[in-house]
């Protein structure tokens, strides 16, 4: 039976959207001093970028989507985690029996779904989750070229709601990995559907791929090895 969703709002990701998050490492730097430096304005300005603050010091890139840097200027840092949010959800959380929250974060949602380009779908489900990440999976494999190497289903970068799929894919430098992320604020409830682009470095080589999937929604020990990578690469 799907599991419900109070609210699924998104923009589709493209592969020219998919392709600046795959570059920013490998662009020129831009100076950096401080938040008022003036080439880093002049960059946004450049890209048709804003400043967002749907999610904590973030931009609204050109193409419509947020994206998080854990360093000021995204451009040209070689060692920076970054990803790019493509949809917000608002899971069920199923250990709320009263459904007491069923709407208090409804106008976080409104934020995003105010967002150019951005549709919001009320109630949605999980399969509507899923749906939203394979369009964005056809995207990553349309700009590298090749399917993921890995999937997993799995809660476990959530803090609630329904085990969605995660993918990866490996560049020479970089781990992106799409799926679902717990939002670190500033609501706490929501659920990112978001592509991050992480250094290799976060987590020793990737496990290997076993037989066998989850089972009663529950982790295998070589599911969990690949989980923790996972979660190694998109935690900050």
């Given amino acids: 039976m799907p599991i419900p969703v109070h609210a699924l709002t998104q923009r589709p990701l493209t592969a020219e959207a998919v392709a600046e998050l795959v570059a920013l490492p490998y662009v020129s730097p831009v100076d950096k001093d401080d938040e008022d430096d003036d080439s880093v304005e002049a ?12 999610v904590c010091e ?9 994206l998080c840097s854990d360093v000021f200027s ?12 493509f949809g917000e959800m608002y899971p069920v959380d199923p250990d ?4 007491v929250n069923g ?4 106008g976080y949602m409104e934020g995003w779904e105010r967002l150019p380009g951005w549709r919001g779908i009320r109630p949605a489900t999980d399969q509507d989750c899923e749906a ?12 590298l070229g090749a399917a993921p190497e890995r999937a997993l289903v799995s809660a476990h970068t959530t803090a609630h709601g329904p085990a969605l799929t995660h993918r990866v894919w490996r560049t020479p430098t970089h781990a992106l990995i799409l799926g679902p992320s717990a939002d ?3 609501y706490g409830h929501l659920t990112h559907l978001r592509l991050s682009a992480t250094p290799l470095s976060c987590a020793p080589g990737l496990p290997p791929a076993v037989e066998g999937t989850l089972t009663g929604g529950r982790a295998t020990t070589d599911d969990q090895a690949l989980a923790d990578w996972i979660t190694a690469h998109t935690n900050w």
């Avoid at 973030?58 to 947020?66: A, D, E, K, L, M």
């Avoid at 709320?96 to 459904?99: A, K, P, T």
């Fill in 96 to 99: 709320d029996e009263g459904m």
């Fill in 132 to 143: 939203v990440l394979a369009q964005a999976a056809g995207a990553v494999t349309e700009v």
């Fill in 74 to 85: 995204p451009f040209g840092e070689l060692t920076a985690r970054a990803f790019l949010v």
């Fill in 184 to 186: 670190e604020g500033p």
């Fill in 58 to 66: 973030s931009f609204r890139t050109g193409h419509g989507h947020v």
């Fill in 43 to 54: 960059e946004l300005r450049r890209r048709g970028w804003q400043r967002e603050d749907l």
């Fill in 103 to 106: 709407t208090w974060l409804n």
